[in-house]
């Protein structure tokens, strides 16, 4: 009888243990490569559901703040700033968005692009990228090789996930 008991509660704790790495709870911003479903990196979220992403652009070498939400597993666009109308940036507002420009700093506000993820090559020679959540900075390129084809996206990770998969630094 003892032996039976023993038993159970040791396969009830390997279940609930195989549960807890098995199911998908915690709330991230994923980077996995851009054609593959391979984790490189992840941020949890906490109570702030919205981020931007940085970098300096290539060509006139000024910085660009892009502003995205998370909503229901999409990314929304909420906000584009720049300082220079060079090769790739925009020179005006679509639909409800609004241009304008303050202190030398051209926005782009009221955007509402929304995209199940966003693929982002991680610049290797001027573009530093860097992630910006809850007034912390992550450069990109200490966590993710400079120059890989990336895939961000809001996605729940496992226990086990969490741990074979490094956080930003």
């Not at 038993?7 to 243990?17: E, G, K």
């Not at 970098?55 to 000024?62: P, R, V």
């Not at 703040?65 to 790739?88: C, H, P, W």
């Not at 290797?124 to 084809?149: D, M």
Request: aromatic share 14%; charged share 25%; proline share 3%.
């Amino acid at each position: 009888m003892k032996v039976k008991l023993l038993y159970s509660i040791a396969l009830t704790i390997l279940f609930l243990f195989m549960l807890l790495f098995s199911f998908p709870y915690k709330q991230v911003i994923a980077f996995t490569y851009q054609n593959q479903d391979r984790l490189l990196a992840y941020l949890p979220l906490r109570k702030e559901k919205t981020f931007q992403i940085q970098y300096t652009h290539s060509i006139h070498l000024s910085e660009v703040v892009e502003s995205y939400r998370l909503m229901n597993d999409q990314i929304t666009q909420k906000e584009l700033a720049y300082e220079d109308f060079a090769v790739g940036m925009p020179s005006n507002a679509e639909g409800a968005e609004v241009f304008e420009e303050k202190d030398g700093t051209y926005y782009i506000k009221n955007m509402n692009r929304t995209f199940p993820f966003i693929d982002l090559r991680i610049g290797q020679v001027r573009a530093n990228h860097r992630l910006i959540y809850e007034n912390r900075t992550y450069t990109l390129s200490k966590s993710i090789e400079p120059g890989t084809w990336v895939r961000i996206s809001e996605r729940k990770l496992t226990l086990w996930q969490q741990w074979k998969t490094g956080q930003l630094k």
